[in-house]
Nanobody, 119 residues
Framework: QLVESGGGLVQAGGSPALSCAVS????????MGWYRQTPGKERELVAA???????KYVDSVKGRFTISRDSGKNTVYLQMNSLKPEDTAVYYC???????????????WGQGTQVTVSS
């Protein structure tokens, strides 16, 4: 299970952070990431981080957003700086998790958290 926190209503230029904690009997977590979606558009990858710490970002957030993970806490973070109104979206956490239940690596999603940037 992925539980997200953070988000809400933020003024343009603000710097909120999102977090996503993975719970359960975890054997390993591979890639983790943040996606976002606005009405009528496809969900897009915002940022991702692999188990080795390598990161990638969509061009529109490069230099403003930073993804990180705490393997000890099974948590991924998204620090968002210099927010713009066009960053308004529902943000979803995603992780490839291998639980001790033995189903192998499965792709899991959080419930989504709304980020609204006011101008």
């Amino acid at each position: 299970q992925l539980v997200e926190s953070g988000g809400g209503l933020v003024q343009a230029g603000g710097s909120p952070a999102l977090s996503c904690a993975v719970s359960g009997s975890i054997f390993s977590i591979n890639a983790m990431g943040w996606y976002r979606q606005t009405p009528g558009k496809e969900r897009e990858l915002v940022a991702a981080i692999d188990s080795g710490g390598s990161t990638k970002y969509v061009d529109s957030v490069k230099g403003r957003f930073t993804i990180s993970r705490d393997s000890g806490k099974n948590t991924v973070y998204l620090q968002m700086n210099s927010l713009k109104p066009e960053d308004t979206a529902v943000y979803y956490c995603n992780a490839d998790i291998n639980y001790y239940s033995g189903y192998g690596v499965v792709d899991y999603w959080g419930q989504g958290t709304q980020v609204t940037v006011s101008s």
